[in-house]
C-alpha cells in the first residue's frame, strides 16, 4: 500500500509536459514491475509448496482442471485455454500421465490427432488437491465485491493482453 502512495506522490509531483511525461513512465513501470515481481514470487512460493505436498506444480493442476471442465481435449486446444507453448503442455501432460492422472487418447474421426482426458484417480486427485492459487488470496477476495472482483479481473487481463507477444505481432 505504501509503494502505491509513494507511485501517486510521484505522480502528483510530476507535470504534464512531454519531458515530465517520460519521467512519469520509470515510476509507473517500477511500481507495475515490483507488482508483477510480487505475484510472481508468491505463485513460485505456492506451487513450491504444492510440489512439496502434493508433488504437483500450480501449471499441472491448472491443465489438470481444464481436461476435467472440458472433457477430453486435443493439445492445440489446451495450449490456447492455458496459455502455455506445446512443449511445455507436453511435458506436464507426460508428468500428469506417468502420474496416472490423465490418458492420451486417439479420436476416431483422425487417427493422428490425441486427446487427453482426465482418469478417476486424476478426478479423485483434484477433489484432494488445494486450489492453484493460496488460501490468502482466496480469502482476501471473499472480502471484495463482485463488482469489485470483476474489475480485479479485467485489470489482470488487460495487463495480460498488454505483455502477450503473440497478439503484438
Known amino acids: ?11 502528483a509531483m510530476t507535470n504534464s509536459n512531454s519531458e515530465t511525461d517520460q519521467q512519469l513512465v520509470e515510476p509507473v ?4 514491475t515490483k507488482r508483477l ?14 510440489q ?3 508433488h ?17 481435449i486435443s493439445f492445440s486446444a489446451l495450449t490456447k485455454i492455458v496459455a502455455l507453448n506445446n512443449s511445455t503442455v507436453t511435458g506436464i501432460i507426460d508428468r500428469l500421465e506417468r502420474q496416472e492422472l490423465v490418458q492420451r487418447t486417439r479420436t476416431s474421426l483422425d487417427r493422428r ?5 482426465i482418469t478417476g484417480k486424476g478426478v479423485d486427485f483434484l477433489q484432494e488437491t488445494p486450489p492453484p492459487i493460496s488460501n ?25 493482453l498488454l505483455l502477450d507477444t503473440e497478439t503484438q505481432h
Open 1 to 11: 500500500m505504501r509503494e502505491n502512495k509513494d507511485w501517486q506522490r510521484n505522480k
Open 29 to 32: 513501470f517500477i511500481h507495475i
Open 37 to 50: 515481481r510480487q505475484i510472481a514470487h508468491a505463485t513460485n512460493k505456492h506451487s513450491k509448496y504444492l
Open 52 to 54: 512439496e505436498k502434493y
Open 56 to 72: 504437483i506444480t500450480v501449471p499441472q493442476i491448472i491443465c489438470l482442471r481444464e481436461i476435467y471442465e472440458h472433457g477430453p
Open 113 to 117: 490427432q490425441i486427446h487427453i482426458k
Open 136 to 160: 490468502t488470496l482466496i480469502d482476501g477476495l471473499k472480502q471484495y465485491s463482485d463488482e469489485e472482483i470483476n474489475r480485479i479481473i479485467w485489470a489482470i487481463d488487460q495487463v495480460a
